[in-house]
């Protein structure tokens, strides 16, 4: 599933970076490191949302998880709106701070201002499909993945280059398709999740549900709110690092731009493994199973760790040959790609064990600490170490500080995971989440 979520980006990449050129694929990488630095609120309270919910599902309270879902729906609303206006407002000169090389400003603008108008509609699909792996299918929303990736491989190339009545829209033309896609596919998971009556779905008897319960707004606010920060945290790195990148020319920034869509692959079975073990790990302690937890996390770590390695020795073997779909044939950026891959593939394996660990301590409820840890190998070793090298190394310390902060990563998370308190922690979380999430209960046993 995971697969098909990603494919449109990457015919996405494909159609811009072999037929738009170096310049437009550049624009594309510049474009989304903005869009994940002004949505990091939104995926914030999605995530605490969908880990309350699969809480509550393990405890078998559906009501309770329908005033979830109805709350963090209306705030994940509000919140991507706002996103949306101001990613329109703020994208130009956010771009031109970014350094953006002169010949990917225009078509990045262009790009990101579609991208954002877009944001809620992408955001409350994501918000969809999370709500329904938290109930433990995984169906549903596989079948919409699959009708979003066919929609964009028919309305990609035609929205781009134009076709009988419809004009080419270059590289606008990408971002409005993945927004028809998204759309569509979002108004049929809704009809299919209704058509099988999924636990989720609203009726008749549920509507005095639909409103916003502030007693579990601000529990989703105060699991949240860390959530939101790590993925700032998170999207400022991507900003950073596509600023540093910048300053080498397009050609490296192409290269990177074609790499990350390579990293999306790689890193995909370990994300696939992280949300399942999260999503049992909730569930888990819903019930108060806290031996299936560390048998999640245990299993979850050793699939991840094949999984990605399988994964990046095939890119390795592949070499040059993995790049030559997003790249146009004969491009400077072809030995760049090969270059920055070699330095850094093998530190994916250790960054998707740490994000496996995360998951399991944020499904408890413990946020601060891998926002701390991440935190503190993103801007007090990545960064600080890329620029004190640079002068020297040049673009090889960029990639250099991307691998070694990844291995730090991965030390603290497993030390934390071994001897932290999140076990405790994360039990008192649980009885404050359960505490919000039933307001009404606990006003009735006061009220006897």
């Given amino acids: 599933m995971n697969v098909l979520q990603c494919l449109g980006g990457t015919l996405n990449a494909f159609w811009v970076g072999r037929y738009l050129g170096e310049a437009a694929l550049s624009a594309v990488a510049n474009a989304h490191s903005i869009m994940f630095l002004l949505t990091g609120a939104a995926f914030g309270v999605a995530m605490?949302?969908?880990?309350?919910?699969?809480?509550?599902?393990?405890?078998?309270?559906?009501?309770?998880?329908?005033?979830v879902v109805s709350t963090g729906a209306i705030v994940l609303l509000s919140l991507s709106a706002a996103m949306s206006i101001a990613g329109s407002l703020l994208a130009e000169p956010l771009l031109l701070a970014m350094k953006t090389?002169?010949?990917?400003?225009?078509?990045?603008?262009?790009?990101?201002?579609?991208?954002?108008?877009a944001l809620p509609i992408l955001y409350m699909y994501t918000y969809v499909i999370s709500m329904s792996l938290g109930t433990g299918d995984s169906k549903t929303p596989l079948l919409s993945m699959v009708l979003a990736v066919c929609i964009g491989l028919v309305f990609n190339p035609l929205f781009m280059f134009g076709g009988g009545p419809v004009p080419g829209a270059g590289i606008a033309g990408s971002a409005l398709a993945t927004l028809l896609a998204q759309a569509v596919s979002l108004g049929v998971l809704v009809q299919h999740m209704y058509r099988r009556r999924h636990p989720l779905c609203f009726y008749s008897d549920d509507l005095s549900l639909l409103r916003v319960d502030w007693p579990i707004v601000r529990g989703l606010l105060r699991m949240g709110v860390p959530m939101a920060a790590q993925a700032l945290?998170?999207?400022?790195?991507?900003?950073?690092m596509i600023v540093l990148v910048n300053r080498f020319g397009v050609e490296t920034t192409a290269a990177y731009g074609a790499s990350l869509q390579l990293w999306?692959?790689?890193q995909l079975p370990a994300l696939a493994?992280?949300?399942?073990?999260?999503?049992m790990t909730a569930q888990s302690v819903g019930a108060q199973n806290w031996e299936r937890v560390h048998m999640a996390a245990r299993v979850g770590v050793i699939y991840c760790t094949l999984a990605t390695g399988v994964a990046v020795l095939a890119v390795y073997a592949a070499d040059g040959f993995a790049y030559r779909l997003f790249l146009p044939q004969d491009s400077p950026a072809l030995l760049i790609a090969s270059q920055l891959n070699r330095v850094i593939m093998w530190s994916l394996v250790l960054l998707m064990v740490a994000v496996v660990l995360f998951g399991v301590m944020r499904a408890t409820g413990v946020v601060i600490a891998p926002l701390f840890i991440h935190s503190l190998s993103l801007f007090v070793v990545r960064f600080p170490l890329a620029l004190l090298l640079l002068d020297r190394w040049q673009a090889d310390a960029i990639w250099w500080s991307f691998s070694i902060s990844c291995t730090l990563d991965f030390v603290l998370a497993t030390l934390y995971y071994r001897y932290g308190g999140w076990r405790t922690?994360?039990?008192?979380?649980l009885l404050a989440e359960r505490r919000t999430a039933a307001p009404e209960r606990i006003r009735g046993r006061s009220a006897k």
């Fill in 48 to 67: 605490a949302a969908s880990i309350v919910v699969g809480q509550c599902m393990g405890a078998g309270k559906i009501s309770e998880a329908k005033r």
């Fill in 101 to 117: 090389a002169k010949e990917s400003l225009a078509l990045a603008i262009s790009y990101t201002k579609v991208m954002f108008l």
């Fill in 233 to 240: 945290v998170v999207s400022s790195s991507a900003v950073l």
């Fill in 264 to 266: 999306t692959y790689i």
């Fill in 273 to 279: 493994i992280a949300v399942a073990v999260s999503s």
């Fill in 425 to 429: 922690s994360g039990r008192g979380e």
